[in-house]
């Protein structure tokens, strides 16, 4: 078993529609989750960054995590076409120097 | 401030050569890593480093070597290559503090190995 798994999609939604990206994974000790986004031919850039539970909201982004049942997502609202990219989670431990592990990301598209 | 900068973005080498992947950052971090990218695998952690003269193997280190002499460069070399070694290659750097998990990353380097 992967210790992140991630629906690789393609996911393809219209534009203005509701997504939803997902990971589970396997560690309890992971305790700083994040979301990068990857455009075509690009390097991942971070795009939300929580520690612990909760939930955190960033404009159009809301990124949730439920360390009691080992998920995240994050919600994207009114996508629009430039949101079209792989979307990354990714995840660390205890502390801020333990390595990041990384899902396979999932491939959107929002079609206008 | 040109962030995290690699080179060469593409390469072709033949099975048994060498070559070194360079990577370069200009905000001061402490932290630098290496990752490789294949469909369907994510990102994996080759090497890092928390600091010059330090470096720490990853995940997947086998048939590289990192070396860390300043704490601008973090140079990946590739000591035999091999078909399977043909990937994405991407470097990535942080504070080497509370945000050392938040990562900048290059732009990336192909590597075909034949």
């Known amino acids: 078993q992967k210790e992140v798994e991630q629906d690789p999609g393609p996911l393809s939604v219209p534009e203005g529609a509701i997504v939803s990206l997902n990971c589970t994974y396997s560690n309890s000790a992971f305790q700083y989750f994040m979301w990068y986004r990857q455009y075509s031919r690009k390097g991942p850039e971070l795009l939300m960054y929580t520690y612990s539970s909760g939930n955190k909201e960033d404009g159009r982004f809301t990124a949730q995590v439920d360390k009691s049942s080992k998920y995240i997502s994050l919600f994207i609202r009114d996508s629009q076409p430039s949101d079209s990219a792989t979307y990354l989670c990714?995840?660390?431990?205890?502390?801020?120097?333990?390595?990041?592990?990384f899902g396979p990301g999932t491939s959107l598209s929002v079609i206008p | 401030n040109a962030g995290v900068t690699q080179t060469p973005k593409f390469q072709v080498l033949k099975t048994g050569q060498s070559m070194t992947l360079q990577c370069a950052q200009d905000?001061?971090?402490?932290?630098m890593s290496w990752y490789r990218q294949d469909p369907g695998m994510g990102l994996r952690l080759i090497h890092y480093?928390?600091?010059?003269?330090?470096?720490d193997q990853g995940e997947v280190p086998n048939g590289y070597n990192v070396s860390r002499s300043t704490t601008e460069d973090f140079p990946l070399r590739l000591l035999s290559a091999a078909p399977s070694q043909t990937s994405v290659y991407f470097c990535a750097s942080s504070y080497s503090d509370v945000w050392a998990n938040v990562l900048t990353f290059g732009a990336g380097s192909r590597l075909t190995v034949l």
């Open positions: 905000m001061n971090h402490e932290y």
């Open positions: 990714a995840m660390s431990g205890q502390t801020s120097y333990d390595k990041v592990i």
């Open positions: 480093s928390v600091g010059a003269g330090i470096t």
